[in-house]
């Protein structure tokens, strides 16, 4: 249960404008984010056409953690959206967008607040999500160049700087929701900022690029592939030739103790012991252990590490390119997946009370196959019609109004307050 309260679970809303400026393939990268998530929620025993006898925890262990990142790295490029694309907005329409941009926080944060009381077993994200729209309000002002260095100075500074605290100033308590205190917001929850900004920070520097452009793309997939050559080549050499596994093998996990690796070691016993560190590095949701700093040379998702940054990041935007091209060449294709994307708060807000309503139902056999398939489908279905008949999904359209509703309050009392004597 816990494996399935880890992760992935968020919407963020996408303000650019629904006519020829908006780029499809931005809505279909967080369809495929959406659905991942889905995968993670629902657990492989819901997947009827691959099965857990096939290729169902394959797809588990590709999407758990990497559906989180995308989404925020599709959170910070909708800010980049939001507060002027390419180039910054400066003066009355920076001011604007910042109202806009503190509207939908509070919104989607309350939100999130009441998802949680639903009680299903996800983690959920929205909160989360709140905070890092404000924390990331600052960085609108910068442009690409200066963003890409926040993010990477976030990437590799914050894994060791998060270590440290936690290891020193900062003791983690049992987690009873989602969130539920500024600790686990900034360090020791499910998505901790300290290591989610950096995706929102290269999210935002994304954005500030032009994407129609294929220089820019090809940049992209070479930025991507590049910081995937690094996150597993990098963690390779710490763990085995380096020899960072068998010391995590000697200081021993939460589900075993240690054991001294001697030179006439049984070769088998030593491969399990080494499989059973990874087997718990893979169960990690949020940030490795304080016992040893080898844990920072793993790259497994949810772990926090620099490694899972880059690998998170460097597959989020081939992924992200890959889905610009599919909906440039096959856009009626990929028109039921954009249309997914469209509307990311409304599917999340609307799969998790579907799935109140099956855990309320049979709190323990509601995980059934093909359950995932008929999750994907129903949202396919609804977007697409949806976004037939309206423009927007109907939560966006509800923060939408919010956000242009608070924009209007504060000009008029702006302009109250020029015009007082």
Do not use: K
């Not at 002027?84 to 999130?112: E, K, W």
């Amino acid at each position: 249960m816990a494996q399935n309260r880890s992760d992935d679970a968020a919407a963020s809303p996408d303000a650019a404008p629904s006519g020829p400026a908006r780029i499809d393939g931005v809505d279909a990268a967080r369809a495929l984010a959406v659905f991942g998530m889905f995968a993670v929620h629902l657990g492989v025993e819901s997947m009827g056409l691959l099965s857990p006898e096939g290729y169902a925890w394959t797809l588990h262990g590709q999407v758990r953690g990497n559906s989180s990142a995308l989404f925020a790295l599709l959170a910070g490029l909708s800010l980049a959206l939001m507060t002027g694309r390419t180039s910054p907005v400066t003066g009355d329409g920076r001011r604007r967008a910042a109202v806009r941009v503190l509207t939908r926080a509070v919104l989607i944060g309350l939100l999130g607040i009441l998802l949680d009381f639903t009680g299903v077993p996800v983690a959920i994200i929205l909160t989360y999500y709140a905070g890092y729209f404000v924390l990331a309000l600052p960085l609108t002002r910068l442009r690409s160049g200066a963003l890409w260095a926040v993010a990477g100075a976030l990437a590799v500074v914050g894994p060791p700087l998060s270590f440290l605290l936690r290891d020193t100033v900062v003791e983690a308590g049992p987690r009873t929701s989602s969130l539920s205190s500024l600790t686990e917001f900034l360090l020791t929850g499910y998505y901790p900022a300290i290591t989610f900004m950096a995706f929102v920070a290269a999210g935002l520097a994304v954005g500030r690029m032009d994407l129609r452009s294929t220089a820019v793309r090809l940049r992209l997939l070479g930025i991507g592939a590049g910081l995937s050559v690094f996150a597993y080549g990098g963690s390779w050499l710490l763990l085995h030739p380096l020899g960072g596994l068998d010391r995590l093998v000697e200081q021993g996990t939460a589900f075993m103790g240690g054991f001294p690796i001697t030179p006439g070691m049984d070769p088998v016993l030593l491969d399990r012991l080494r499989a059973g560190v990874m087997d718990e590095a893979n169960s990690i949701s949020g940030q490795v252990p304080t016992d040893s700093w080898w844990w920072l040379a793993v790259n497994t998702p949810h772990t926090g590490t620099t490694f899972e940054i880059a690998e998170a990041v460097g597959q989020g935007l081939i992924v992200l390119v890959a889905c610009v091209w599919l909906a440039e060449h096959a856009r009626w294709p990929m028109y039921p997946l954009a249309s997914v994307g469209r509307m990311p708060l409304t599917v999340y807000t609307g799969h998790i009370l579907v799935l109140m309503v099956l855990v309320a139902g049979d709190a323990v056999g509601w995980r059934q196959p093909w359950l995932l398939e008929w999750f994907v489908f129903g949202a396919l279905v609804f977007a697409t019609l949806w976004r037939l008949i309206a423009a927007r999904g109907p939560a966006e359209a509800g923060l939408a109004a919010a956000a242009d509703g608070a924009v209007a309050i504060v000009e008029e009392r702006l302009e109250e307050r020029r015009r007082a004597p």
